[in-house]
Nanobody
Framework: QLQLVQSGGGLVQPGGSLRLSCVVS????????IGWFRQAPGKEREGISC????????YYADAVKGRFTISRDNAKSTVYLQMNSLKPEDTANYYC????????????????WGQGTQVTVSS
């Protein structure tokens, strides 16, 4: 059993930056791939990034590639999503999730979820 607790988010102007954090606790937390998802009003939840447990390899959706960076600090049991050059279309509720499947970005493979945090990009 894992617990994921998110922090970060808020209101930022276009072009600004935010960092989201996801603290993962549980006996086997280090074995899980952690992913970041977002859901905008009226849209389906989409996977935007994930980081593997074994080799730290990462995945980014085209919509965020080059602007967002996912990282993992196993000593702090925390996964970060650094979001730069934010755009209004990045406005959404952001979730972190955990899956035992390496590199999975399909949300149906995720078993544990954080509580979600709102990111609003607006001038």
């Amino acid at each position: 059993q894992l617990q994921l607790v998110q922090s970060g988010g808020g209101l930022v102007q276009p072009g600004g930056s935010l960092r989201l954090s996801c603290v993962v606790s549980g006996d086997t937390a280090d074995y899980y791939t952690i992913g970041w998802f977002r859901q905008a009003p009226g849209k389906e939840r989409e996977g935007i990034s994930c980081i593997n447990s074994h080799d730290g390899s990462t995945y980014y959706a085209d919509a965020v590639k080059g602007r967002f960076t996912i990282s993992r600090d196993n000593a702090k049991s925390t996964v970060y999503l650094q979001m730069n050059s934010l755009k209004p279309e990045d406005t959404a509720n952001y979730y972190c999730g955990a899956t035992i499947i390496d590199g999975a970005i399909d949300e149906t493979h995720y078993d544990y979820w954080g509580q979600g945090t709102q990111v609003t990009v607006s001038s």
